[in-house]
């Protein structure tokens, strides 16, 4: 895969289940946008962005109509697929990294995204991502401690 100018303008994307996928930057990016998210099977009713090593989001979802991988993408780089949550005014509240949380990259890859986003806690990583609460685990953890008293 060469670019116009002859330079090799491919990327990798590694998926849910370990498969990577060699990406040809030179396309436009809405077709690389929904070639990964129909290979992933990440539904159409979630947001998807893609981020590098250093948890740094993409942000395609927010790129010029026509515009290309090669502006966004470095060659031979490795990105993972990231599913956003978003707040009522706009801001991402809960980036969750693709991977088991078994992957050799899943801690690396969130703890750089916490720094990026600041949302997310140390002790949110221990059980592979944001934790979501439900009324059931509050009292259970309350009726734990008050025994302990």
Do not use: Q, W
């Amino acid at each position: 895969m060469r670019s116009l100018t002859g330079k090799p303008t491919y990327f990798m994307v590694e998926l849910p289940n370990n498969e990577i996928l060699n990406i040809n930057a030179n396309c436009i990016l809405k077709l690389i946008y929904e070639y990964i998210r129909l290979k992933a099977g990440v539904p159409d009713s979630l947001e998807m962005d893609l981020c590098d090593d250093d948890g740094v989001a993409k942000s395609l979802f927010e790129a010029p109509e026509g515009a290309y991988g090669t502006d966004f993408f470095e060659h031979r780089h490795m990105y993972y697929i990231v599913v956003l949550k978003r707040t009522k005014n706009g801001t991402v509240s809960n980036p969750r990294v693709l991977l088991s949380t078994g992957h050799r990259h899943f801690g690396h890859v969130m703890r750089a995204m916490a720094k990026v986003y600041d949302r997310i806690s140390d002790s949110e990583f221990s059980m592979g991502g944001p934790k979501m609460e439900t009324s059931s685990s509050k009292d259970k953890s309350k009726r734990k401690h008050s025994r302990r008293k």
